[in-house]
């Protein structure tokens, strides 16, 4: 019982980290793409706002997503830990 408790959380918080590195991701790229499409596109950008809403887009959209993945990338790991901890025929 206490196995199949300490297995719950442990992989909650896995799913919780990637859940974390996806809307991580997804904000940097945010930030960086509207600095970049500011700079090409507008003749004074403000880069304060732009940076600003590239992270609220970025994190918007990155959480969109990334629970989802989260939830392919925990069995895609389960997977291979299942594959390495059976024996070789």
Known sequence: M??????IIRWLFIWLFFVLIICLAGAVIGVISHLLFGLIFMNAPDYGYQAAFGFSNGLRYGGVWAG???IVLCVMRARKEYLQAQPKS
């Open 2 to 7: 206490l196995n199949i408790l300490w297995q």
């Open 68 to 70: 989802g993945f989260a």
